[in-house]
């Protein structure tokens, strides 16, 4: 099975932006497709983005315009670039994957079967 392990998460004012990785391992990445979910604090899991194997990319309407998500599958990594972020974007970040011939839907946190330790996003008003 794949292990997830993201990094790139941290501090950031108003108005900054990160990008985030997440580093796929045991099997190839170009095997799944992949999506990035958040947890606020004291709120449920919520879907951010995802990317199919073939590169159709889905966005949750709170970030359509400001995240882009993307992958290099010779690196076994999948990206999230967060631009223009704002204080209600402070949550864990959680990268997922599930294997690449999967036609349910992609936006929900049950889709899934790996599930990354996550990384925290800070975002300061």
């Known amino acids: 099975q794949v292990q997830l392990v993201e990094s790139g998460g941290g501090l950031v004012q108003a108005g900054g932006s990160l990008r985030l990785s997440c580093a796929a391992s045991g099997r190839p990445l170009s095997n799944y497709q992949m999506g990035w979910f958040r947890q606020p604090p004291g709120k449920e899991r919520e879907f951010v983005a995802a990317i199919r194997d073939v590169g159709n990319t889905y966005y949750a309407d709170s970030v359509k315009g400001r995240f882009t998500i993307s992958r290099d599958n010779a690196k076994n990594t999948v990206y999230l ?41 800070t975002v300061s008003s």
């Open 81 to 121: 670039q967060m631009l223009s972020l704002k204080p209600e974007d402070t949550a864990v970040y959680y990268c997922a994957a599930r294997p690449r011939y999967s036609f349910t839907g992609i936006t929900s946190v049950g889709d899934y079967a790996y599930w990354g330790q996550g990384t925290q996003v």
